[in-house]
């Protein structure tokens, strides 16, 4: 090994055997090829912690490395056997028929902790290899559900079931839906990963949508009605009298679906208070007169220091 057993393992060279041992437990059950199919790089880390392992897992070998390092099982020292001969032996999930088992240095008690039952996962069928698939998905269809045909890289055609309420980073298992297994066994399954196009018109913010509603002077001042977009279509909101930029205006119902609940979020108005593009002698005599009655000052008192 040409790394540091100890320091693979992340433990001291004064770690005891029981520290040692649970500082291999933890790596394993992160690193294990079974839990991370087709990562090469947690593959090529769960090798090195078990080949370290096997080294300072076990008194003896243990002893042999604190006295002559790497040496004595690299078949230039005086262990009895070097580490290509002895080492560990690492379950494969993808191995074709028969797949992998494990061999000498791999703990029995993790094998059962990770698979439920000691050899459970040796005698466990074969299956197909699982895809993975990332789909985009319109905004409108990840608030409200959809289903839609999409086509695999290998040509198949299959049917997608967005659910209503899904965010980018969701995914989905189409159970059966991968690769054949090999001699009848069964196929392994489809996994999709949604990427969720960003709105022009719309942000969501947790469960709720928010959109700009511009509105001109008179209605900000004097109240009024204005038709709205929502995700489900157009609807007519009451404006109170007296709203400025950045007023909020609910509007319940029209948000997107919580899935914990199944209830939809409500939609937030944002409005934006537009002035006239020009603005003609009336209206500043208008304005100059009911200011002169009306003085505001709308910063407070404060000043620059």
Sequence with gaps: MEKDPYSVLGVSKTA??????????????????DLNPGNKEMERRFKEVT????????????????T????????????????????????????????????????DDLFSTLFGSRGRAARQPLKGEDQHYRMDVDFRDAVLGAEHE???????????????????????RLSGMGQPGPKGTPAGDLFVELAVKPS????RVGHDLEVDLPVSLAEAALGGEAKVATID???????????????????????ATDRATAKRGDQIAVLRVMMPE??????????????????????????AT
């Design 233 to 255: 279509g157009h609807v007519l909101l009451n404006i109170p009298a007296g709203v400025t930029t950045g007023s909020r205006l609910r509007i319940r119902g029209k948000g």
């Design 200 to 203: 022009t018109q719309f942000r």
């Design 68 to 107: 002559q390092g790497s040496a004595a099982f690299d078949g230039t020292g005086g262990g009895s056997q070097g580490a290509s001969r002895g080492g560990p032996y690492y379950y494969q999930t993808q191995g074709g028929a028969g797949g992998g088992r494990y061999s000498q240095g791999f703990d």
């Design 51 to 66: 080949g370290a392992y096997d080294i300072v897992g076990d008194e003896t070998k243990r002893a042999q490395f604190d």
């Design 150 to 172: 999409v086509t695999l890289p290998d040509s198949r055609r299959v049917r997608v079931k967005i659910p209503a309420g899904v965010e980018t980073g969701a995914k989905l």
């Design 16 to 33: 005891t055997q029981d520290e040692i041992k649970k500082a291999y437990r933890k790596l394993a059950k992160k690193l294990h090829p």
């Design 278 to 303: 020009k603005i003609d002698d009336d209206l500043r005599a208008a304005i100059r007169c009911w200011s002169e009655k009306n003085p505001q000052n709308p910063r407070g008192d404060t000043h």
